[in-house]
């Protein structure tokens, strides 16, 4: 298991052995690079110009590796974050996922190659994926210095992902029996089959409704043993707040009448679409590869929008600007902005977006309900020690506590 405390030298001491064991390989210390980029995984580049020498295993997911001193091959080694929580099965979710979409996708963009992956179960063991590196920069990186012509090829680009990602067959048909929602596995064949959702540890579902009862009581239980949040109980919460939780969960009239509102097919959903995530060719502007499916999933189309794609939707002429789910129904009750030839730069690419990409109405106020409604149960920053160790929480659990106790009034609870 990966912990925070390990020195920068000994995690790439661990890819060192990583790449030996898996493809014999041996890389000098000093050319893996580590990357600075990410949150819940320990990032690391090297580029290797010298033939695998141990056989491909045929493990589920991965492909032969390939290259020699003329055609060297640039890797990244990925270690889970287990210290935030992360679950293991999120490796087994990325590899899978990858796999399923990678043909699908190949007209519009590229997705990593996989050539080694370890769920760490065993003692000592980490949780790892070695992929390639693919060619261009974080989009995240020039997306504000772009100007509206700029952004427009790209908005056009990732709109044909979306739409690409759209087709991707599910890898279990949705019946009456079948559990077609969830994250994805391997079976014991290597036919890639739904798993345990890679954000609740829960599923596979046979639902929606299944699967968002099954968030909400995640949150529940994560709330309740929440050092800060105390399960909105006891005397320090004079409003009674978890009484009033409990009468809406409870409720014919709460929240199952949200949940009657959701949208129920199931889909293929990345689960991180933003900026960050995306590379760019600085010379073309074209997207080159897609990245971090560690959330992907199969579940419905309208939470693609809720769990990214805010990056392309800044209404800035609104003050304060809209956010989550004050941003979903905003743009599904009408468009909020006044454009005009001076309107902002943000507005004038969600103006863009919206006409390139139509949202999901049905079901999409529902479900972006249910969504916020579950996350200010247990907001996720309240589970991630480091981001708690570096904000006033007391201060936070109170604009937490003011921000569920507003949505039970706006729905009469």
Known sequence: MQSSKISLEQRKVNVQRLLQENLGIHAALNDIIFIDRGYNNYLYSVTVAE??????????????????????????????????????????????????????????????????????????????????LLPGI??????????????????????????????????????????????????????????????????????????????????????????????????????????????FIQSGEGFRTVLSQIAADPIFVHGDFNCRNFLVSPETNRITGLLDFEFARIGTFPEEFMDGLEDFRKHDCVQPAPEGVALHLLESNGWPCLISESASLGCQTAKAWKELVQLPLQGYEGTAQTYDFIDKVCPWYFCQEPWCNTHDMPSERGVAESSLSAALAAWGF
């Open 138 to 247: 974080p989009l995240d990186t020039i997306w504000p210095l772009l100007d509206l012509p700029a952004r427009l090829p790209i908005l056009s680009q990732i709109r044909d992902v979306i739409m690409a990602m759209r087709s991707i067959p599910i890898p279990v048909p949705c019946t009456s029996s079948n559990c077609a929602f969830g994250g994805l596995g391997f079976s014991a064949s290597g036919s890639i089959t739904t798993a345990i959702h890679p954000d609740s540890a829960g599923g596979p579902f046979k639902s929606a409704e299944e699967q968002w009862l099954w968030m909400l009581s995640n949150k529940l239980r994560a709330a309740d043993g929440n050092t800060y949040l105390k399960g909105w109980k006891g005397s320090d919460q004079p409003d009674d707040l978890r009484g009033r939780l409990d009468s």
């Open 51 to 132: 033939s695998a020498t141990k056989p491909h295993n045929g493990q589920p997911g991965t492909v032969p590796f390939l290259a020699n001193a003329t055609t060297p091959q640039s890797l990244v080694v990925r270690l889970l974050k287990t210290e935030l929580g992360a679950i293991p099965e999120r490796v087994q979710n990325e590899v899978a996922a990858l796999a399923l979409v990678r043909q699908p996708l190949a007209s519009v963009t590229r997705v990593p190659k996989v050539y080694g992956w370890s769920e760490g179960r065993g003692p000592g063991e980490i949780p790892y994926i070695i992929m390639d």
